[in-house]
C-alpha cells in the first residue's frame, strides 16, 4: 500500500483521510494491470491519493473513491460491501456511474462525468456539486459534466482529438451525452512533433471525421509516426491514409447488414464496406472490424449477409488479417435505444460460434480471419440488469448463477424463481418511461431521443427493411 502523503480535507477538527480502490489488483506484480482506470491512476497520482487494493486496507481511511468503469463491477462492489466500515463514506465515479440507482444502496455519492474541474472540491469536502449523485436523494436532478476537450489529458502519452461524435448512430453514448468537440489542430500537430515515441494515441470516436484528419495522417506518415487508437465510421477512409498507416485499422461497423446499419442510423451499405476493407487489405493494413448482434430486427438473413462478406474477402485475398468482435448489443442509457427491449439470440451466438470455428487455421492457407467468442447470454443479462435494480450481495449472488444459454424472457423468470424482480418497465418501454436513470440530465447534440428511436422503429416497420423495395 502507498504511504503518500493523506488529503486532509473539510474544516473537520479530525482530518479525514482518502483513498482510491482498486478492483483490479495484481497481487504478484503490485503494478496496475491494463484495467485500471486511467482517471484513478491520474487523480491519484495529481493529489496524491494512496491507491489500496485489499479489503483490509479500508479500515484506515474515512473516504473511498472507486472509479467504475464496467457495469460489472457492480458485482464486484457488492462483494466488497462487508468492508465499508461504520462512518466511512464511498464515493464512486468513472463511466459505469452514469447510471448510479443499482449501486446507490452502497455508495453515499456517485460523481456523474468528468471530474476533472471538481476533483479537488470533492476532496476538500464539497458534496453540493451538480455533477453529485447524492444516494439519499435518487430524485434529485443531477447534471452530467461534459468534459472540455482542452483540460490536461489523464494519461500523457495520449491527446483526445475529439470529443462526442458528429456521426449520431441510435445505439451510441457519444452523441448523446457529449457535445461534439475538436482540439485545435495546432495542439495536435504539437503533440506529433514532439512526442518522443513513434507509437501514439491520437483519442477520438471516429478519427477519420475529424476536420483535419488528413492532415494529421500525412504528418505521422512523414515524421515516421503512428495512430495507434485510430477509430472509424468506416465512410471518410481513404486510399491515402491506408498508405500512410502503419499499424492496424479498426472500424466500428456495427450491424452485420446493411439494412441493420441503415435502422440504427449507421448507413454504411454492403459495397462501402467491402471497398474500405479491400482498402485495407490491398495496401497490407490489418483490419479489425467490430459488430454487434441483437440489433432490433436481427435475423438469420442479416447473418448470411455477414458470411457472404466473408467468403469475399477469402476469396479475394491470400494474405492478411482481419479480425472480427461481436459485442451483444445493450441499449444504452441516454441515447434512443433506451427504449429497446434487450433481447438476446442464443441462435445467433451459435452461428457465430460456427463462424469462428470454420475460421481457425484460415491464415495457413489465405486471408487469416478470426472471430473471438462473443460475451454469451448470462455475462451479457448481468450486465444488462445492473442498470436496472441494486446489485447488492444477495442480488449478485442469484445472477452469477445464471445459466448460461437462456434468452431473456426465461432468465427474467429464472431470477424471479429466486426472488430477484425487474421492474415491469423492463419489458415495457414507453413515451411516458421513468427510467432509474431519469434524475441525470445529460448534454448531447440533439435533446429528442424518442423521436429519434420513433424513427427508427418506422424504418423497422418499412418495405425497405423487409426487402420490398430496394435500398
Ligand atoms: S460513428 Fe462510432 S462513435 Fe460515432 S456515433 Fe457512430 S458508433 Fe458512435
Known sequence: MATRQLPLFGT?????????????????TGRFSAYTPKAMKFFSAKYGIPIVDRPTDLAAFDV???????????????????????????????????????????????????CHESFARILSGDRSLPGMYDSRHPERPVHYVDEDIHLEPIAPSNIEMSKGCPRRCLFCIHPW?????????EIVVDFIQKHKNSRIGLMSNSSDDVSYYDEVSSLLSAKGKSDMTMSNAVQSFTEQMAKERKSDMLFGVEGMSERLRWIV???ISQALLREKVDICLRNGVKVQLIY?????????????????????????????????????????????????????????????????????????????MYLPSPLGASKWFAQVIAEWIAITPAVAAVVERLPSKLEVPA???????????????????????????????????????????????????????HGAVAA
Request: aromatic share 14%; charged share 20%; proline share 7%.
Open 64 to 114: 473511498v473513491f472507486f472509479s467504475l468503469i464496467s457495469f460489472r463491477e457492480f458485482y464486484d462492489i457488492a462483494r466488497l460491501a462487508q468492508h465499508k466500515r461504520a462512518g466511512q463514506e464511498w464515493i464512486a465515479g468513472g463511466n459505469a456511474c452514469v447510471t448510479p440507482a443499482s449501486i446507490g444502496w452502497i455508495m453515499d455519492y456517485a460523481w456523474i462525468g468528468d
Open 265 to 267: 442510423n449507421k448507413p
Open 411 to 465: 432468465m427474467i423468470e429464472w431470477l424471479a424463481a429466486r426472488g430477484v424482480t425487474l421492474p415491469p418497465a423492463f419489458l415495457d418501454r414507453t413515451a411516458d418511461t421513468v427510467f432509474p436513470w431519469a434524475s441525470v440530465i445529460t448534454s448531447g447534440d440533439d435533446a429528442d431521443k424518442w423521436k429519434r428511436y420513433l424513427g427508427m422503429c418506422q424504418k423497422l416497420a418499412s418495405p425497405r427493411f
Open 177 to 185: 451525452r457529449h457535445r461534439y468537440q475538436e482540439m485545435p489542430k
Open 12 to 28: 473537520q477538527a479530525r482530518a479525514k483521510r482518502a483513498c482510491f480502490y482498486s478492483l483490479h489488483p495484481s497481487e504478484k
Open 292 to 368: 454487434q448482434f441483437n440489433l432490433p430486427g436481427e435475423d438469420e438473413s442479416d447473418y448470411e449477409e455477414f458470411a457472404s462478406d466473408v467468403a469475399y474477402f477469402r476469396s479475394r485475398y491470400t494474405s492478411g488479417s482481419v479480425a472480427m468482435t461481436f459485442i451483444p448489443n445493450q441499449p444504452s442509457a441516454h441515447t434512443p435505444f433506451q427504449w429497446v427491449v434487450p433481447t438476446y439470440s442464443v441462435p445467433m451466438q451459435a452461428r457465430l460460434m460456427g463462424m469462428r470455428a470454420s475460421l481457425i487455421g484460415s491464415g495457413k492457407t489465405g486471408l487469416g
